[in-house]
């Protein structure tokens, strides 16, 4: 079953700002969305884009108040979020895509695929939040708070210590300082905002998330703030989720592995077709 749902005729737009939202597409056959986290950007994913462009049409995009996308005066909701993928859909003809998000993005596409099941075909949640416990909400409210306070910048050598393990940031010191351009080059502002959603954002119904599509949930085994037993929750409220925890990864599993991310996302993206 094809997932692009593009009508007949409709224009290919490689490279483009639509609506607001600056996106990418690479590839041709089913679309797959992938989502960045937050004070990061569609970069992310330049090697997930590699891995399945041969077989997938790949979107990225800038979330709402990063990189190129538009920076909206008023305060965020997670809704926001949802709407501002639903709208990239529509303008891009697409009907029914893959959705893969990680950390904050996770967020967004899990509350895409729960409010838009039509649009959803299969969901890939990375890295991301569940039902986090009093510590760890506090945690990330402190980081939030010290960011509101001190500036981005007060919190940069602290995110990659916590993202990337300390072999990894000894031997790829290129990827380490891009990962850094990045968050200092977030417009503050719009940081804030999206930061607030991803903190505040909490997960108290015990009763299974409204999601039908086939779903794949994983983590870095050593991601402390998007932990196994958050990824082994989240799927077990999710019917039918498949669970995969990276062994020795911290949270930038997709930067920092690449090869192991793309081949797991691209088994799953690839099974249950028709």
């Known amino acids: 079953m094809s997932n692009t749902g593009v009508a007949a005729g409709a224009p290919r737009l490689r490279d483009h700002v639509h609506g607001g939202t600056y996106f990418k597409c690479d590839g041709e056959g089913d679309a797959v969305v992938l989502i960045h986290g937050v004070g990061l950007d569609h970069t992310m994913w330049e090697a997930q884009v ?8 790949v979107i990225t995009y800038d979330m709402l108040g990063h990189g190129r996308s538009a920076h909206p005066p008023d305060d965020r909701a997670l809704g926001d979020f949802v709407r501002q993928l639903h709208q990239l859909l529509m303008n ?3 009907g029914c895509a893959s ?3 990680f950390s904050m993005g996770g967020l967004v596409a899990r509350e895409f695929a729960a409010t ?6 299969k969901l890939a949640l990375m890295n991301t939040v569940f039902r986090r416990t009093p510590e760890q909400q506090k945690a990330v ?3 939030y708070e010290l960011a ?7 919190g940069i050598e602290a995110a990659v210590a916590r993202w990337f393990s300390p072999k990894f940031i000894d031997a790829n010191p290129n990827v380490i300082n891009q990962v850094e351009a990045r968050l200092r080059d977030n417009d503050a502002a ?3 905002k999206a930061y607030r959603v991803f903190a505040t954002n909490e ?4 009763n299974p998330l409204p999601i039908t599509c086939p779903t794949l949930v994983m983590t870095g085994e050593l991601d402390s703030g998007s932990t196994p037993e958050m990824t082994r929750a989240l799927a077990a409220a999710i019917p039918d989720a498949e669970v995969e925890v990276l062994a020795g990864l911290r949270h930038m599993a997709a930067l920092e592995d690449p090869p192991q991310v793309n081949t797991l996302l691209r088994e799953f993206l690839c099974d249950h077709e028709e």
């Open 116 to 121: 838009h099941s039509e649009m959803t075909n």
């Open 99 to 101: 959705i893969v998000g």
């Open 92 to 94: 891009l003809n697409v």
């Open 141 to 143: 409210m402190g980081r």
């Open 148 to 154: 509101k306070l001190g500036g981005v910048q007060e």
């Open 190 to 192: 719009g940081y804030l």
């Open 50 to 57: 590699a891995g399945l462009k041969d077989r997938f049409r």
């Open 203 to 206: 997960d108290t119904a015990e």
